[in-house]
Structure formats: C-alpha cells, structure tokens
Nanobody, 121 residues
Framework: QVQLVESGGGSVQVGGSLRLSCVFSGANARWHYFAWFRQPPGKEREPVANIDIRGTTRHADSVKGRFTISRDNAKNTVYLQMNSLKPEDTAIYYC???????????????WGQGTQVTVSS
C-alpha cells in the first residue's frame, strides 16, 4: 500500500510558476514509478509526466520545456515544477504511483487526492 499526499496548487497568472509536491509513504514506495496526471474542467484525465526509479522521465508534448518532474527518494517526494503557465494548464493535478510505469492511468494503482491549479489571464 502506498499513500500519496499532494500540495502546492494554487492560483497564478499567465506566465507564472508553481511547484507541486507529492509526499509518498508505504512499504516499497520508493520502488514505484510515479506520475502526474491532470483533469481540466469538463475533460478526461490526461498524463502530464512520469518518472522511473532511476530518474528517467517522460513529459507530455503540451508541457515539454515548461514542466519538469523529479523525485527525491531521501525526502520521499516527487515534484512537478511548472513554469510559463498557460490558462489551458488549469486543472486538478493528481500524483500517482504504480509498478508498471505505463503512460496511461490504468497502469497506476495509487492516487493522491488532487490539488487545484488555476491559471488566469
């Protein structure tokens, strides 16, 4: 069982930055893949970025060059640094953990409660 607690969401203006944090706990948690997903208003949940146990990352095309996923196993934390935010980044952001390392949501077994990010122009 892995527990995930997100923080760091909020409201920012276009071009601003936020850093989301996801603190993980539980047996063998650090051996999991981690990912960030988001669900914009009225839309389906979509992948944003993921990271494996060695630190290899993948980012969605829509956020490449602006967002960066990272992990600090010593602090049991996964981060999503978000720069140059746009209104279309407005969504609930979820942290997820799983052993399969897939890109899509079904590959993740554990989910956080979500944190709201709102970008206004």
């Amino acid at each position: 069982q892995v527990q995930l607690v997100e923080s760091g969401g909020g409201s920012v203006q276009v071009g601003g930055s936020l850093r989301l944090s996801c603190v993980f706990s539980g047996a063998n948690a650090r051996w999991h893949y981690f990912a960030w997903f988001r669900q914009p208003p009225g839309k389906e949940r979509e992948p944003v970025a993921n990271i494996d146990i060695r630190g290899t990352t993948r980012h969605a095309d829509s956020v490449k060059g602006r967002f960066t996923i990272s992990r600090d196993n010593a602090k049991n934390t996964v981060y999503l640094q978000m720069n140059s935010l746009k209104p279309e980044d407005t969504a609930i952001y979820y942290c997820a953990a799983g052993m399969k390392g897939t890109w899509t949501a079904p590959g993740y077994d554990y989910w956080g409660q979500g944190t709201q990010v709102t970008v206004s122009s």
